[in-house]
């Protein structure tokens, strides 16, 4: 298992940008599959983005595809999602999450229960 915080969250403007991160703890960060999901209030949680391991495989929700960018940095066991254009839709609470099965694989997985580990989540308020 892994343990994993989240920061980086506030209030925006549309329009504007926010960088997540997520700090991972334990041995299993660098071989994770690690994804990003969000939940707005009265709503279910729902996929954003997914990546492999190595960072060589990402995956988007439709919704995010070309505004948001995920990304990893395995030194610091770090999970990044670089939000740009940033709408009011896209607030919600913003979680990070790590799919251990996925280890050292070079495809990548969306649905909510094959991740095993999860953050506490991060509020993420975007103002019209």
């Known amino acids: 298992q892994v343990q994993l915080v989240e920061s980086g969250g506030g209030l925006v403007q549309a329009g504007g940008s926010l960088r997540l991160s997520c700090a991972a703890s334990?041995?299993?960060?660098?071989?994770?599959?690690m994804g990003w999901f969000r939940q707005a209030p009265g709503k279910e949680r729902e996929f954003v983005a997914v990546?492999?391991?190595?960072?060589?495989?990402?995956y988007y929700a439709d919704s995010v595809k070309g505004r948001f960018t995920i990304s990893r940095d395995n030194a610091k066991n770090t999970v990044y999602l670089q939000m740009n254009s940033l709408k009011p839709e896209d607030s919600a609470v913003y979680y990070c999450?790590?799919?251990?099965?996925?280890?050292?694989?070079?495809?990548?997985?969306?649905?909510?229960?094959?991740?095993?580990?999860w953050g506490q989540g991060t509020q993420v308020t975007v103002s019209s």
């Open positions: 990546i492999n391991w190595s960072g060589g495989t990402t």
């Open positions: 999450s790590a799919d251990h099965a996925a280890r050292s694989m070079a495809v990548v997985r969306f649905h909510e229960e094959d991740f095993g580990s």
């Open positions: 334990g041995r299993t960060f660098s071989s994770d599959a």
